[in-house]
């Protein structure tokens, strides 16, 4: 047993990243282009000083600042209307992939989720530009949001 345990310590660290944990920066984000999980950003929502929230493929989500401290800030303050945006992105998934939603649009026409993205993304910058009251105000229009798309899937 201490001939494994010992092994572990002899040997060298890995060195390549895996998605999650490859550095990607704030200034890499860009439109048509691939995010830090790989899905391909189809619309920059919001951009803050050190964050944007962005459309991809998988739903709304926030790249965070560049600095680490800071990031763990923005991630706190996150938390606080992560389960309304999951249940938010399970639902615009589920309106996007309605068959009627490619059938009768146009390509002129709002994307499917538009309006629910848009309010997802206005939530995420009242989150985290960190002062109180704004926080409360994200997390209301994530809830009201939520009951708008609850109200329009079922």
């Known amino acids: 047993m201490d001939e494994y345990a010992g092994k ?3 040997e060298q660290p890995i060195e390549e990243y895996g998605p999650c944990t490859k550095p ?3 200034c890499q984000l860009k439109e048509d282009q691939k995010d830090k999980l790989g899905h391909k950003v189809e619309e920059i929502l919001w951009i803050g000083q050190n ?3 962005y459309r991809s493929e998988k739903g709304v989500y926030v790249q965070f600042s560049d ?3 800071e990031e ?3 991630r706190s303050r996150f938390t606080k209307i992560s389960p309304e945006l999951c249940e938010i992105r399970y639902l615009t998934c589920e309106l996007r992939s309605r068959w009627y939603a490619f059938l009768f649009r146009r390509r002129t026409d709002p994307h499917p989720t538009y309006l629910y993205d848009n309010n997802v993304a206005q939530s995420l910058m009242l989150v985290l530009e960190g002062e109180e009251g704004n926080g409360r105000q994200g997390k209301q ?3 009201e949001t939520l009951k708008l798309i609850v109200q329009r899937v079922t």
Do not use: G, S, T
């Open 24 to 26: 990607f920066l704030l």
């Open 51 to 53: 964050y944007a929230a």
């Open 72 to 74: 763990a800030v923005q």
């Open 67 to 69: 600095c680490p401290k």
């Open 141 to 143: 229009l994530a809830k």
């Open 8 to 10: 572990a310590f002899d």
